[in-house]
């Protein structure tokens, strides 16, 4: 595949570090030192026995040229994906459509890593082959949502707040066993109701607790804030929240002594709200990105995995090509779940003869964004069905 000249230019994992049940992973890394400054300015020292192997699974993560494929809705959400097309959210429809996903051929050229909900981690394809094992065999390491959804914030401004925190550890030591070499936790920013101060810390802390966790058992990070796309604001006040929002969330994750070379960011990209009048070009949409990025993320973060947030397919891939016309400090890529997934979940629409045709949407759509990340996407033949924007209003995940 061509994924492997990419995995032989930096340290990235072996299929065989990511395999499932390899009680020599569990237990066997040397355990690193790692001195992390705290805000008096002394050094607090950090053991973790899975501090090279972080390392090594965010680097072939964020490999060139390749993104994640975001496949962990939940089964509520995914029955709503079935229901666009007319079937009914049964765990076979489940596991027929996360089987087309994972066995399209050549996947792994275009993306390095998939998230996965819990039942999937666990599933099987339709022909008997466990889902982690086939995406090992794609070059795609398997990832794993772990949060338990949003619930409304008590004292806040009609805002919410993400629960998941109890259980984690152990959760997160299972899933390892299981395959998961990383992890996934979204939360959300509602710049219509504030966002408040309350808001906005709660999700910092709650992502910074997470990452803590996740990486004492291995688990790589994703660090997901999502400034939502709601509202009639400009580009200049999502700029503005998102400032705040990321300066929190960093303060946090270095509180809680977390590695930055060991997890993935999942930012929304700088955009107006979807109902405002005034709409952004890709190249705005960069500069503005580009200079919040700088602003505040370290350049020790190895991978900027961009959300998707409801734009459209093609829209989400010329933005992401516009931030890549220049060199980065970091590895800035995609982690889409509808905008890799819309025309192919149309193109199948639950039936058998129509797998392949649907496979090749998929394709064609991360293979785009394969194009994107390494800035050479141009956006010529992409089908009128992959231009519709996918913003709903209040949309629950």
Known sequence: MASASFLKSSPVLDKSEFVKGQS???????????????????????????????????????????????????????????????????EANRQAYRTLLVTAPGLGQYVSGAILFEETLYQSTVDGAKIVDVLIEQNIVPGIKVDKGLVPLAGSNNESWCQGLDGLASRSAAYYQQGARFAKWRTVVSIPNGPSALAVKEAAWGLARYAAISQDNGLVPIVEPEILLDGEHGIDRTFEVAQKVWAEVFFYLAENNVMFEGILLKPSMVTPGAECKDKATPQQVADYTLK????????????????????????????????????????????????????????????????????????????ANSLAQLGKYTGEGESEEAKKGMFVKGYVY
């Open 24 to 90: 020599s992973l569990r237990f066997g890394p040397a355990s690193a030192v790692r001195c992390i400054p705290n805000v008096s300015g002394s050094s607090l020292v950090v053991k973790s026995s899975y501090a090279d192997e972080l390392v090594k699974t965010a680097k072939t993560i964020a490999s060139p040229g390749r993104g994640i494929l975001a496949m962990d809705e939940s089964n509520a959400t995914c029955g709503k994906r079935l229901a666009s097309i007319g079937l009914e959210n049964t």
């Open 292 to 367: 919040l990025l700088h602003r505040r993320i370290p350049p020790a973060v190895p991978g900027i995995m961009f959300l998707s947030g409801g734009q459209s397919e093609v829209e989400a891939t010329l933005n992401l090509n516009a931030m890549n016309q220049s060199p980065n400090p970091w590895h800035v890529s995609f982690s889409y779940a509808r905008a890799l997934q819309n025309t192919c979940l149309k193109t199948w629409g639950g039936r058998p003869e129509n797998v392949q045709a649907a496979q090749e949407a998929l394709l064609i759509r991360a293979k």
